[in-house]
């Protein structure tokens, strides 16, 4: 059974630049939700989606930040402009929500380095 | 809104030994605390994880202890060993809520 699935693994842009990352949802499961983790802050919720839809958003940093779900086997995180300041590995996590139980499962992350 | 503290930030222990992490949390509606292990370049793994309607929960040499009124809540690693080295992260969840709010992680290295 696969899991939580993210693309690019690692990516490499310089400032300014469009950057998007992809997730794919372990399926069946109805919550997702993107992280950011950075030595100096930690482990930061950005935005969370249940049954596609935006719940809650205020982690997200700033409008340069954004992210959709489309239909219930993708999501995108997209920053535009980039800056050296979003450098950070970010994580897509699944859940089956409150109704199926909390555990939230982490996809392996995107390595994100702005130049 | 729900905020987590977690201590010690960094954690050295001999092989061997025992090993615990606490966390303290704000919010009294909070009822679900899980515990995630991230070891070096990979992705945070859940260990274990408790419910507000139990005090202690045991899986081999993981427990984690909940103390309702004080709101904290500890994870025990018993009998190290080398692969337990890695980080350990707290969180916890309000009744109705998927949001997990995150402690800021606790590094902890075994000696052997």
């Known amino acids: 059974d696969a899991g939580v699935i993210q693309s690019p693994r690692h990516e490499v842009t310089e400032m300014g630049q469009e950057v998007t990352l992809r997730c794919k949802p372990i399926s069946g499961h109805n919550s997702l939700f993107w992280y950011r983790q950075t030595m100096m802050r930690g482990l930061e919720l950005l935005i969370y989606?249940?049954?596609?839809?935006?719940?809650?958003d205020s982690g997200m940093p700033e409008d340069r930040f954004s992210a959709k779900m489309p239909n219930a086997s993708f999501s995108t995180l997209k920053i535009q402009p980039s800056e050296p300041r979003d450098s950070a590995v970010y994580f897509c996590?699944?859940?089956?929500?409150?109704?199926?139980?909390?555990?939230?499962?982490f996809g392996p992350g995107t390595r994100l380095t702005v130049l | 809104g729900e905020n987590v503290e977690q201590h010690p930030s960094t954690l050295s222990v001999q092989e061997g030994d025992s090993a615990v992490i606490k966390c303290t949390y704000s919010d009294s509606a909070s009822n679900y605390f899980p515990w995630y292990k991230q070891e070096l370049g990979k992705r945070p793994q859940l260990i274990i994880d408790i419910r507000s309607n139990v005090g202690e929960k045991k899986d081999q040499r993981i427990a984690v202890t909940l103390n309702k009124t004080a709101k904290h809540f500890s994870l025990h690693i018993t009998e190290t060993q080398p692969e337990d080295s890695a980080v350990y992260f707290c969180a916890a969840t309000i009744q109705g809520a998927q949001k997990l709010v995150f402690g800021q992680g606790t590094r902890l290295t075994i000696n052997p």
């Open positions: 996590a699944s859940s089956l929500g409150v109704s199926g139980g909390r555990t939230q499962y």
């Open positions: 989606f249940n049954n596609n839809v935006p719940i809650d």
